[in-house]
């Protein structure tokens, strides 16, 4: 069947147009102009300037040029993807009502569409009043839920009108955030909580986290949280606290590991969070705890008395403390404290336990290298031969990762340094292309406010392709008060092990599959040499652009870089999403470029 071709012209003859317009487009590129010398290729750009001074003629060329090669694959290929309805204003995909644990099917093509903010949401506020008040328009929670939460969680929120205020210093559990913290400190043995990172503990995983109060006090004293909770179709503890600006992602553990190696964290906490921890199963969801708790880690239980089985101390202590207790021992755990309903085990430091323990005791696993991604739990205990078997207690408490510490990784000391090198001078060019100064024929909100520089306003970002994590650690000497979700994909080497021990937050992830988050969480999203990996995979480059869309917020960014012919296919994509974007040549003789985009606040 023969198809018109544009123009009315033959195809072979339409094709020999746009070869010969593109080459006259490389041309204009390539060749340098004689009225200004300072655009010649052999020019070279400082370093530590090489993104804020490109040339904009030659900018403007690659556009016209990547323009037309876009418009010579048809206007059907170039079709924006249709806005969602509202029923997907909140879509998580991999998760519904009815399932707790992950499904994930591909999007059929007819089902591919743009996920469009609620009628009512707002540009966060910015950092760090946005931390403890939120527009009740940004999340999925009914006046219902709130008034029928109990009164703990009306002492932590106060909804006013379009507001929800978080108050740190009340409620959490008897006598506020900070007072809670002072008494897991003290069961430690520690002074103050201020002490945490001292002690060894920089990173908690925090288990069905509420509304983030306590992991919001945790990030005031430089520790890092990560919290984790089931999919909630409304009133979501991730999608709230992620809306603070908090590390939050969706996962359980009921019947499949975590997205984490073993020994990646130095506490696990669980405040009325839902999980009977009893010895049902082989105590399989214990378990798991002790294959990601750290040599040394703690494990906090809190849970009150309204929950136990009776009201009278034999049975509280019996359905809490004595249950969990009989298997800790098990499994080299020691009770080092109790204060209220609140209980402390802590995981032992000396692998030589295992070996002294009764013939009954739960079993080592034969660990291997494979990427605990999903996989069913296992009824043994994990990560005892591991070369990463090392104290929280033991680790260096300077600044910076050791050169003992790459060694055990298997990561050379001229590499790691070069590459926070590399960083360090990536981030702060990207930060001078954050500006709607490349986009200012473009306005991102509707009517006539033009969009305001965004320095301010990224909280989070995710690194899509982490390695070390050292744009996190750009982050940070950079003095910018953001986060990072650092994301190892899980068919690259599985650097997730040093980013955690850096007391960064990370988690395994296969971007072939939607991430666990809900609709617009982050500021940022960054990506080097991603889309070439991917490539090669199975999964489609759309399906992984329209997800990049889902969980960027309304007037947030990406940055990606990579070689040129990957970022000019990306560029159409970004097209399709209604992004607006540049490429940017960086000038240092390398195919590779930058594509920099800002997602479209869309209004109903």
């Given amino acids: 069947m023969k198809v018109a071709s544009f123009f009315g012209l033959r195809p072979r003859i339409s094709g020999l147009l746009f070869l010969i317009i593109g080459v006259i487009a490389l041309i204009t590129i390539l060749v340098p102009n004689s009225d200004d010398s300072s655009t010649t290729l052999t020019t070279r750009v400082p370093p530590h300037n090489i993104y804020s001074n490109y040339g904009r003629i030659k900018e403007q060329a690659a556009i016209d040029y990547l323009d037309l090669r876009f418009f010579s694959l048809g206007v059907n290929r170039l079709k924006e993807f249709p806005l969602c309805g509202k029923e997907r204003d909140n879509y998580v995909p991999c998760y519904n009502i009815t399932e707790t644990d992950r499904n994930c099917e591909f999007v059929r093509e007819g089902e591919r569409c743009v996920v469009r903010p609620p009628r009512d949401y707002k540009i966060p506020l910015r950092w760090p009043v946005g931390r403890d008040i939120i527009w009740t328009g940004n999340v999925k929670i009914t006046k219902d839920q709130f008034l029928s939460s109990g009164t703990m969680t009306k002492r932590l929120m106060l909804l006013e009108e379009n507001q929800i205020t978080f108050h740190s210093e009340d409620g959490l559990i008897f006598d506020g955030v900070k007072d809670y913290a002072f008494q897991i400190a003290e069961m430690i043995g520690l002074g103050s909580d201020t002490e945490f990172p001292q002690a060894g503990i920089r990173t908690v995983l925090d288990i069905g986290c509420g509304f983030g109060s306590f992991g919001a006090h945790l990030v005031s004293l430089n520790v890092m949280p990560i919290c984790i909770a089931e999919y909630e179709a409304s009133g979501s503890q991730v999608q709230l606290a992620l809306e603070r600006g908090l590390p939050a992602i969706i996962g359980n553990f009921f019947s499949k590991q975590l997205p984490y190696p073993a020994l990646s964290f130095d506490m696990v906490h669980c405040a009325q969070c839902g999980i009977t921890w009893d010895i049902k199963a082989d105590a399989m969801l214990l378990l798991e705890v002790d294959r990601v708790l750290k040599p040394g880690g703690y494990f906090v239980l809190t849970s009150p008395t309204s929950k136990a089985q009776g009201n009278s101390p034999e049975t509280k202590k019996t359905s809490i403390s004595t249950r969990v207790d009989e298997l800790s021992k098990k499994i080299c755990w020691s009770l080092s404290g109790q204060q209220d309903e609140t209980f402390l085990w802590q995981k032992a430091a000396d692998p030589n336990c295992y070996s002294s323990r ?207 012919g990957v970022i000019e296919m990306a560029r159409t994509f970004a097209a399709r999403v209604r992004w607006e974007a540049r490429v940017i040549d960086i000038e240092d003789g390398s195919d590779q470029r930058l594509l920099v985009c800002q997602k479209p606040f869309l209004k109903k």
């Fill in 358 to 564: 009764s013939q009954a005791s739960i079993p080592l696993c034969k660990d291997d290298d494979s990427v605990p991604y999903y996989q069913p739990l296992v009824p043994c205990i994990s990560g005892t031969k591991t070369k990463r078997w090392i104290p929280i207690q033991n680790r260096s408490k300077a600044s910076g990762t050791s050169l003992s510490e790459l060694e055990i990784h298997g990561i050379k000391p001229e590499e790691f340094d070069e590459d926070i090198q590399v960083w360090r001078s990536a981030l702060k060019n990207y930060w001078s292309l954050l500006t709607p100064l490349i986009f200012s024929d473009h306005p991102k909100r509707p009517g006539d406010e033009d969009p305001v520089p965004p320095f301010y306003m990224i909280r989070n970002a995710m690194d899509m392709n982490a390695r070390y994590g050292n744009l996190n650690l750009a982050f940070l000497n950079q003095g910018k008060s953001v986060w990072v979700m650092n994301v190892v994909p899980v068919k690259t080497r599985n650097t997730l092990p040093i980013i955690l021990d850096r007391g960064f937050a990370g988690v395994l992830h296969d971007w072939c599959e939607p991430f666990p988050t809900y609709p617009r969480t982050y500021d940022m999203l960054h990506a080097n040499e991603l889309l070439t990996h991917l490539s090669s995979e199975r999964c489609s480059l759309m399906d992984l652009f329209l997800e990049m869309d889902r969980i960027l917020r309304p007037e947030g960014w990406v940055v990606l870089s990579d070689k040129l």
